[in-house]
């Protein structure tokens, strides 16, 4: 089976200003990490954090492509709400595959 890897080959979640997670918000490095990876608007305008945000762009997966998304529930980076939030716009748009959380591991998965 093939399998549309999320993690690494797009942006965040919810970058920038679509990004509701106070750990990120209130976080100046992130906020800067964003502007130097992303650009300046990112940060503050909505309309260009959702075009980098998988959890925006489900649509364009080629339908017979199977989604894994895999998350350490640790991770101090990306907080499992937001794996949770692409597997469950990915179920609800009938997009097939598997969501796989592991409860010791972190941002990298090493298990």
Do not use: M
Not at 61 to 68: H, N, R, Y
């Amino acid at each position: 089976a093939r399998y549309a890897a999320v993690v690494a080959i797009v942006a965040p979640v919810a970058v920038g200003a679509c990004n509701t997670s106070p750990a990120f918000r209130s976080d100046p490095l992130v906020t800067q990490y964003w502007k130097q990876l992303y650009g300046p608007s990112v940060s503050s305008d909505q309309q260009a954090a959702e075009a980098l945000s998988p959890l925006h762009r489900l649509d364009e997966l080629d339908p017979s492509v199977k989604l894994l998304l895999v998350h350490g529930e640790r991770d101090p980076r990306v907080p499992r709400e937001h794996g949770d939030a692409v597997a469950n716009a990915a179920r609800a748009r009938g997009i097939a595959g598997a969501h796989l959380t592991y409860a010791a591991e972190g941002h990298a998965i090493r298990r």
